[in-house]
Structures are given as structure tokens and as C-alpha cells.
Nanobody, 125 residues
Framework: QVQLVESGGGSVRPGGSLTLSCVAS????????MGWYRQVAGEQRELVAS???????NYATTTEGRFTISRDYAKNTTFLLMNSLKPEDTAVYYC???????????????????WGQGTQVTVSS
């Protein structure tokens, strides 16, 4: 089994910064792409940023230049540094891992499309 746990959310004024963290736990051998999505109530969940196991990154146009995604491969952790935050960045932020290779019951299996529980980010004056 795989568990993704986010931390670092909170409230900040416009122009401020926050750093989100996500730790993946379990008998993990490899994670392909880790990413961050966000969702506002009543709207679709959208990609914020992602990073592959080769270090390639992808950003939404609304966050590129302000947000930076990084990864600690040894600790199965991904970070999202959010600078110059705007009120429209307010959302629940979810950590995602697309393909996680684990050892389970003495077998190597791949878990797909794993999500964290989400962490609230509020940007308001």
C-alpha cells in the first residue's frame, strides 16, 4: 500500500510564500511522476506542477515563474515552493503520484494514480 501525506498549507497574505511537502510512504521501489494539483469547491481539479523521476518539470501557465516543484528521491518526497501568492491561488492542494512501484506481499506491483488527502491554502488580505 502507498500513502501520500501533505503538509505546509495555511493562510498567507497576497505576495507571500508557502512551501508544501508531500511524503510517500510504503515499501516503495520507484515513483514515476509526482505532482501537485489544486481544486476549488465546485470546480475541476487542475494540475499545478509535476516532476518526473528524471527531473523533468511541468507547470501550469498560471503558476510558472512563481511556483517551483522539487523532489527528494531518496525520501520519496516532493516540495512545492509557492511565491508571489495571489488570492486566486486559494484552493485545496493535492499531492499525486502516477505510478508507484512497491513490494507487497513479496511481490513487485505498480500502484497507479495515488492521491494525498489535500491541504488547504488560503491567500487573503
Amino acid at each position: 500500500q502507498v500513502q501520500l501525506v501533505e503538509s505546509g498549507g495555511g493562510s498567507v497574505r497576497p505576495g507571500g510564500s508557502l512551501t508544501l511537502s508531500c511524503v510517500a510512504s510504503g515499501s516503495i521501489l520507484d515513483i514515476d511522476t509526482m505532482g501537485w494539483y489544486r481544486q476549488v469547491a465546485g470546480e475541476q481539479r487542475e494540475l499545478v506542477a509535476s516532476i518526473t523521476n528524471k527531473g523533468s518539470t511541468n507547470y501550469a501557465t498560471t503558476t510558472e515563474g512563481r511556483f517551483t516543484i522539487s523532489r527528494d528521491y531518496a525520501k520519496n518526497t516532493t516540495f512545492l515552493l509557492m511565491n508571489s501568492l495571489k488570492p486566486e491561488d486559494t484552493a485545496v492542494y493535492y499531492c499525486h503520484a502516477d505510478r508507484v512501484v512497491i513490494v507487497y506481499d513479496s511481490r513487485v506491483i505498480t500502484m497507479i494514480n495515488q492521491w494525498g488527502q489535500g491541504t488547504q491554502v488560503t491567500v487573503s488580505s
